[in-house]
Nanobody, 122 residues
Framework: QVQLVESGGGTVQAGGSLRLSCIASGLALTNYVLGWHRQAPGKARESVAVRSADGSTWYADSAKGRFTISRDSARDNVKNTVALQMNNLKPEDTAVYYC????????????WGRGTQVTVSS
């Protein structure tokens, strides 16, 4: 069973940085796509950054140049970590950030963490 647990959220002033971490268990990173998504109050959830099973990455326009997604593989694929380094944060980045996973053959994000709050003050 795939489990995702996020950490690293908090409150930061505009221009500051935060690093989010997601511990993923029950999956092999070579077979899964991992991504960070966010949902601001009153808005739909949106994808922020994605790392594919082959190592390629995708970023939303709002994240390009400021956010970096990275992945660390653990031995035996028991636990793996995907991180989101966020620099030059803006008040509009305020949201709950979720880690999600989907099998590389699937188009649906079917495993989600519970989310971590990021608040950027102006």
């Amino acid at each position: 069973q795939v489990q995702l647990v996020e950490s690293g959220g908090g409150t930061v002033q505009a221009g500051g940085s935060l690093r989010l971490s997601c511990i993923a268990s029950g999956l092999a990173l070579t077979n899964y796509v991992l991504g960070w998504h966010r949902q601001a109050p009153g808005k739909a959830r949106e994808s922020v950054a994605v790392r594919s099973a082959d190592g390629s990455t995708w970023y939303a326009d709002s994240a390009k140049g400021r956010f970096t997604i990275s992945r660390d593989s653990a031995r035996d694929n028991v636990k793996n970590t995907v991180a989101l380094q966020m620099n030059n944060l803006k008040p509009e980045d305020t949201a709950v950030y979720y880690c999600a996973a989907r099998h590389r053959a699937s188009n649906s994000w079917n495993s989600w963490g519970r989310g971590t709050q990021v608040t950027v003050s102006s």
